[in-house]
């Protein structure tokens, strides 16, 4: 199945919107598209594929970014 539609189903439901564009600066392209995201609550759930494997350490710059704006950061690691 599509893991993303499946935690979609879960999610959406009680609060959580999909890829939501996050500024973390003042240019275009300075924002992060964060996977699943609960506004009120500045929780963050991102669903980890196989391409994250060559991420991790942007992935962890971009946690420490998150967390600096008051967010937490639940990384879900769907590879092996």
Not at 49 to 76: A, C, N
Request: with cysteine; glycine share 8%; charged share 30%.
């Amino acid at each position: 199945g599509d893991t993303a539609a499946d935690f979609a189903r879960i999610l959406c439901p009680v609060g959580y919107l999909r890829e939501v564009h996050f500024p973390r600066g003042t240019g275009h392209n300075e924002r992060f598209i964060l996977d699943f995201a609960h506004i009120g609550a500045k929780v963050n759930i991102e669903l980890d594929g196989s391409s994250h494997k060559k991420t991790q350490e942007y992935d962890r710059l971009r946690d420490t970014v998150m967390k600096q704006f008051g967010w937490k950061v639940i990384r879900i690691k769907l590879w092996t």
